[in-house]
């Protein structure tokens, strides 16, 4: 079992930042990746950034150049730079860990960006 705490969401204007974590626990071992996804509201949810065990990283499209996915092996956290802030970011943000057999998922922190 793997368990992710998030942190760091919030209000923010539009060419604002915010700075989410994910910090893990439990199983950490097992991870090879973790991430960020999604939701805004009547929409499915969508990867934003990844970043594997090895570091590598992977972005949506829409937030390269703005968005910027990090770790700090030592604490177990992930983090989500998010610069310069567009309305359409609003969201809510879950952060996900890929483990031996199952994807575990945070419990959702709220991005909202106001124009």
């Known amino acids: 079992q793997i368990q992710l705490v998030e942190s760091g969401g919030g209000l923010v204007q539009a060419g604002g930042s915010l700075r989410l974590s994910c910090a893990a626990s439990g199983s950490i071992l097992s991870i090879s990746a973790m991430g960020w996804y999604r939701q805004a509201p009547g929409k499915q949810r969508d990867l934003v950034a990844s970043?594997?065990?090895?570091?590598?990283?992977n972005y949506a499209d829409s937030v390269k150049g703005r968005l910027s996915i990090s770790r700090d092996s030592a604490k177990n956290t992930v983090y989500l730079q998010m610069n310069n802030l567009k309305p359409e970011d609003t969201a809510v943000y879950y952060c996900y860990a890929r483990g031996w057999t199952s994807v575990y998922w945070g419990q959702g922190t709220q991005v909202t960006v106001s124009s």
């Open positions: 970043i594997t065990s090895g570091g590598s990283t």
